[in-house]
């Protein structure tokens, strides 16, 4: 096939059907000295034939020794200049939000990569508003990026609303779609790995988030998605340690936020010690009972984190015989489940009073009035950011600034005790 406008900025593999190679394409090998060219990965995988194959990055589709991977160049002209860069909000933001926003804006000017460091409920979304329309104005590119499919889904409608004049690009592994030559994309970290070259602006979206910390593919797609003139912007509420170090190097401009832009300070968890068993023979603990009760007795929609994905269906079930609980609507959900982000939605929507769920609601996704309850806080599962993390989904809503975070455990352990002095740090 002839090359496609649509292509622009990406990068796919020889053995694909319909690839194109012409004059305006760059050809290069897969892989090259056991390394793969795509996710930087190291190459150990062998097929029967005795070609080595790239494991790591399988899930986009094979890629082995004697593969091509192809790349058409971006190209700017194709985005017209739009005035105020398309953006059609309306909204003002907060003395402390401007602040930042206006920062965000010098640093792109300056070609300054950026970290903003602002406490869970910030409004980060409505701060990155303004460069984005900057960076469209311009004729440019750019792209929001976050590990979790969930947030991919909860950022879309709110930039789509906030960009009405501009078409936004929207990926990730539980949608198909063409790929479209968007000046503003919204994806999943992993899809990061089609693009080469692509965005003159790259923000990275909870940049503390599994799967994308502490992966080393994920980190190069990062890096080779941006253009070498382009510049990336991090988010998070809970820096790491390499981002804080590039800070300190002057690689990074770190810009900091500690209030929730409706003003209010985060809820402070509190803890519950437990001495028998959150789990005994398919029964709930009763007194695990009378906390999920007790919330639900509020009208407050409540989110029940549980460590592992066995457990959803086990608390489900036990919730769902109580007869005390029979008139409540209560589901579960994780990232194996094929009705994931219908549940979410019902659960934003107040279908659902309990939700059951593993960490992958831990953070990027905002629910109106909700309290959460951690069980087995103490779980190896639960880092000290993941912990702050859900804590920071109570109490977003300006007019609910407050409400109920429970770490229940069996053992009080050093991230329990860092997570609620890092909260109490972000509250001075």
Request: hydrophobic fraction near 40%.
């Amino acid at each position: 096939m002839e090359n496609s406008p649509q292509l622009a900025g990406r990068q796919w593999t020889s053995n694909q059907q319909n690839f194109s190679i012409s004059a305006d394409t760059n050809k290069i090998p897969a892989i090259e000295n056991f390394y793969c060219n795509r996710c930087g990965s190291r190459v150990s995988g062998e097929l029967p034939s005795g070609k080595k194959y790239c494991r790591a990055c399988i899930g986009l589709g094979r890629i082995c020794e004697g593969d091509s991977l192809i790349r058409l160049p971006a190209d700017n002209r194709l985005f017209p200049k739009l005035k105020n860069g398309g953006m059609t909000w309306q909204g003002e933001l907060t003395s402390q939000q401007q602040k930042v926003s206006t920062a965000l804006l010098e640093n792109f000017n300056k070609k300054k990569n950026t970290l903003v460091h602002a406490v869970t409920g910030a409004g980060k979304t409505e701060m990155l508003f303004e460069l984005i329309a900057a960076c469209m104005k311009e004729g440019k590119r750019a792209c929001i990026a976050t590990p979790r499919i969930d947030v991919v889904n909860e950022l879309y409608p709110r930039f789509e609303a906030a960009f009405a004049k501009i078409k936004i690009g929207k990926y990730h592994g539980r949608e198909y779609h063409d790929p479209g030559n968007d000046q503003l994309t919204i994806c999943t970290t992993h899809q990061l790995l089609k693009f080469y070259q692509a965005f003159d602006l790259l923000v990275i979206d909870e940049v503390d988030s599994f799967p994308y910390v502490g992966n080393s593919q994920l980190h190069f797609a990062a890096k080779n998605a941006v253009k070498k003139t382009g510049i990336r912007v991090y988010l998070t509420a809970t820096p790491t340690e390499d981002l804080l170090l590039e800070a300190k190097s002057g690689e990074l401009e770190i810009v900091k936020l500690n209030r929730r832009f409706h003003g209010g300070l985060l809820p402070v968890p509190k803890e519950k010690l437990f001495l028998r068993p959150f789990l005994k023979k398919n029964k709930i603990n009763p007194n695990l009972l009378r906390e999920v009760k007790k919330v639900l007795a509020t009208g407050h929609p409540l989110l029940l984190f549980v460590p592992r994905i066995d457990e959803v269906n086990i608390y489900l079930q036990a919730l769902r015989t109580d007869p005390a609980l029979k008139k409540v609507h209560i589901a579960g959900v994780h990232a194996a489940d094929s009705e994931r982000i219908k549940k979410v939605q019902q659960f934003r929507e107040g279908q659902l009073d309990l939700l059951i769920t593993t960490t992958i609601l831990e953070r990027g996704v905002t629910f109106k009035h909700v309290w959460v309850i951690i069980v087995a806080a103490d779980d190896p599962i639960y880092t000290t950011a993941s912990l702050v993390q859900i804590a920071g989904r109570v109490g977003r809503d300006k007019n609910d600034q407050d409400g109920l975070v429970l770490y229940c455990y069996h053992k009080y352990t050093a991230k329990i005790d860092l997570a609620i002095k890092q909260i109490k740090e972000m509250n001075r």
